[in-house]
C-alpha cells in the first residue's frame, strides 16, 4: 500500500496546528517569517506528468531539509542526543563480505552444474546483499561507522568487496554532493538526464527497461558530471581490481559472474532497489522526499527513513527510527510509503510517473533559499542580544 495522498491532505492542518503550537512569543525567531513554507516545507509546485510536461517540475526556493531540522530542533532538541557512530556497522560489513565471498566461492567451485539454484540465489540473497552493502556504503559515506575517516573508509571498502564494481569512493563523492545541492540542476547527480525524460516518458515497458538497467544508470549520470576522478576513487579502482581478479583466481569465472549478477540485480528489479525511486520521485504535488515505513526495513538497517535521514545525516542508521518517534507531528504529516513492492508497480503502470517525476531548482534560487537560514541565524542573534540589553 501507498500511504502518500492521504498524509498530504493533512499536512496543511498539520502545518497550521504546528505554527499555532511555537506561539506568537517564537515568532521573532522562528523560520516561519523567513519561509512561506514552515514548518513542514512542502513547495508549491506541482509535480511533472508525462505526456502533460516536458520537463521535471520546478521549485523557487531551497530543498527542504536543512530548514526543516532548525524547526525540529526547535521543539525537539533532544534529537542531538542521537547523533553519533552505530560500532555495529563494522561487522555487518565484514559478515556480509563474507557471506557473498562465500556463496561466489560454493557457485563457482561447487555447485557448478546447478545454474537455475544459482540464478535464484543470486536474485534473493545476492541481490538483497548487495543492497546492504549500499546501505553500509551510505553510512560510511556520512562518516556513521565510526570515529574517523579511517575507519569508515576501510568499512565502505570491505563492503566493496561484495560489488565488483568501484563504487564507494564514487558514491560518496557524488552522494554529498547530492546532499549539499538536492534538486539543484546542473549540481545534483541524482537528476534524471534530458535524454531519461524524453525518451521514457510514461511508457510501462520502457520504465520497466529503465529500472533493469538502472544500474548503469549511477555510471552514466556520474560521467555526466565530466569530473576528473578523486585520488580516493583511483584508490578504490585498484582495491576493487585486486579483489575481483582473487575471486577470479579462487571462486573462478562462475564465482565472479554471480558477484556481477547480484549486483545487476540488485541495483535494478528488485523489492529493495525500489528505494531508489520511493526517495525523491514526486508522487504527489510539494513534497520531493518521501520515507517508506514497511518491515523491509529491519533487513535493509531502516534505508526506508530517508525524511529522518536528509533532515538529521548526523543519525545513524539504528537511530533514524528514533527521529520520527521523538517528532510525529513532522513527518506522520508528510506523505510517505509503506511498500516497496507497489513503489516499483506504481512507477512502472502509472502513465502520470516517470524519470521526470522529479522536481529542480536554479543555483540562484537555491542560493535565495540558503539565504534565507543565514538571515534566521542573524535575526535570532539580534533578538538573543536584546532580551539581554
Known amino acids: 500500500m501507498c500511504s502518500t495522498t492521504p498524509a498530504l491532505r493533512s499536512a496543511a492542518s498539520a502545518a497550521e496546528n504546528l505554527r499555532s503550537r511555537a506561539g506568537a512569543g517564537a515568532k521573532d525567531e522562528s523560520t516561519e517569517q523567513l519561509d512561506r513554507r514552515h514548518p513542514l516545507y512542502l513547495g508549491d509546485w506541482l509535480r511533472s506528468i508525462p505526456g502533460k510536461d516536458d520537463d521535471i517540475a520546478k521549485d523557487d526556493l531551497d530543498e527542504p531539509h536543512i530548514k526543516r531540522k532548525l524547526a525540529i530542533l526547535e521543539s525537539h532538541p533532544e534529537i542531538k542526543t542521537l547523533y553519533g557512530y552505530e560500532p555495529l556497522t563494522k561487522w555487518i560489513a565484514l559478515l556480509t563480505a563474507s557471506i557473498q565471498v562465500a556463496l561466489a566461492y560454493y557457485f563457482g567451485r561447487v555447485a557448478t552444474d546447478s545454474l537455475w539454484g544459482m540464478l535464484a ?60 545541492y538536492q534538486g539543484v540542476i546542473g549540481h545534483d547527480p541524482d537528476l534524471p538526464l534530458d535524454w531519461e525524460v524524453k525518451l521514457i516518458r510514461g511508457n510501462p515497458l520502457l520504465k520497466f527497461v529503465f529500472l533493469f538497467f538502472y544500474p548503469m544508470m549511477y555510471v552514466v549520470r556520474g560521467a555526466a558530471m565530466q569530473k576528473r576522478p578523486s585520488r ?14 582473487l575471486v577470479w583466481i579462487y571462486c573462478g569465472p562462475r564465482g565472479f559472474l554471480y558477484l556481477f549478477l547480484s549486483l545487476w540485480f540488485g541495483y535494478g528489479i528488485h523489492p529493495a532497489a525500489a528505494h531508489f525511486i520511493q526517495e525523491h520521485f514526486t508522487f504527489d504535488d510539494g513534497q520531493e522526499t518521501y520515507s517508506y515505513y514497511g518491515s523491509l526495513n529491519y533487513l535493509f538497517m531502516n534505508i526506508g527513513y530517508h525524511n529522518e535521514h536528509h533532515d538529521f545525516t548526523k543519525v545513524p542508521w539504528s537511530n533514524l527510527r528514533k527521529v520520527r518517534d521523538v517528532a510525529p507531528e513532522f513527518y506522520n504529516t508528510l506523505a510517505y510509503h509503506t511498500s516497496w513492492v507497489m513503489v516499483l508497480v506504481r512507477f512502472i503502470l502509472s502513465k502520470d510517473i516517470g524519470p521526470q517525476s522529479r522536481v529542480g531548482r536554479d543555483y540562484e534560487d537555491h542560493r535565495k533559499g540558503r539565504k534565507m537560514v543565514v538571515d534566521r541565524k542573524i535575526a535570532a542573534l539580534s533578538a538573543a542580544a536584546k532580551s539581554r540589553q
Open 121 to 180: 540465489c543470486t536474485y534473493i540473497v545476492g541481490g538483497s546483499l548487495t543492497q546492504v552493502y549500499g546501505v553500509i556504503i551510505h553510512e560510511a559515506t556520512h562518516g556513521l561507522c565510526g570515529e574517523g575517516m579511517a575507519i569508515n573508509r576501510a568499512v565502505g571498502l570491505v563492503a566493496n568487496i561484495g560489488i565488483p564494481f568501484p563504487i564507494y569512493a564514487s558514491f560518496r563523492r557524488y552522494h554529498l554532493e547530492h546532499h549539499a
Open 232 to 245: 580516493w576513487e583511483l584508490y578504490n579502482w585498484v582495491f576493487t581490481i585486486t579483489t575481483d581478479a
